[in-house]
Each structure stands twice: as C-alpha cells, then as structure tokens.
C-alpha cells in the first residue's frame, strides 16, 4: 500500500482531480485547500533576507491518496500531467509506503480498506 502526497498549485485542481477521477480503480481522494509554501528559490540574487511581517508563502493546494501498490504510478503520472504548467512552483509529489491501513466505519484492513 502506498500514500501518495501531492502539493500543487490551486489553478490545477480540477485538472487534477479530473484526471485522477477518469483512472480505473481510482480510489478517492483527500483535497486539504488551504496551504502555504516556500519553494527552493531565493529571489533576485539568490539571496533570502527574511523579516518579521514578509514571509514569502505561496497558496498551494495538498492531496493526498492511499493506493495499493500497483496504481501508485498511474496516480502519481496523472496528478504530474495534470497539474504540469511549466512554471516555477508547479508543485511536488511524494509517496509512501504505508504500514496498516484501517476503515474506521467497517474494520476492514490492508487493501480491503481501500
């Protein structure tokens, strides 16, 4: 089982989530609209000069997705494709494995829970 993490940018969001939704077996999603981030880049020069009352944070948004091992790549190419604009600040994505997964409402477990 995997958990696939992704941060994008709020403009893609329905690309993505239409592209995730066309895959066969497509598990669900989780969709937390609201993040803030900071990328790698430092700004004209290269230089981060950080005050109190300017933190550079930029909207993101945050999916997250629990799969069985065998559609973790189509996700992860879905969400990529979709949310690609070329621009900095495109976003990342993650996965994990997962341990143990458990359906609070039936108790089912592994990947009867998904």
Do not use: W, Y
């Not at 941060?7 to 969709?31: K, Y």
Request: aromatic share 2%; glycine share 12%.
């Amino acid at each position: 089982m995997k958990e696939i993490t992704a941060i994008i940018q709020p403009q893609t969001l329905a690309r993505v989530i239409e592209a995730l939704h066309a895959l066969p077996h497509f598990p669900g999603v989780t969709v937390i609209p609201h993040v803030h981030g900071q990328g790698r880049g430092r700004g004209v020069g290269g230089v981060f000069r950080l005050s109190e009352d300017t933190i550079p944070f930029h909207d993101k948004v945050l999916l997250l997705v629990a799969c069985g091992a065998p559609l973790a790549e189509s996700i992860v190419a879905a969400i990529a494709t979709a949310a690609h604009t070329g621009n900095q600040g495109d976003g990342l994505i993650t996965v994990k494995d997962v341990a143990r997964v458990v359906r609070i409402r039936t108790g089912e477990t592994a990947g009867q829970a998904l």
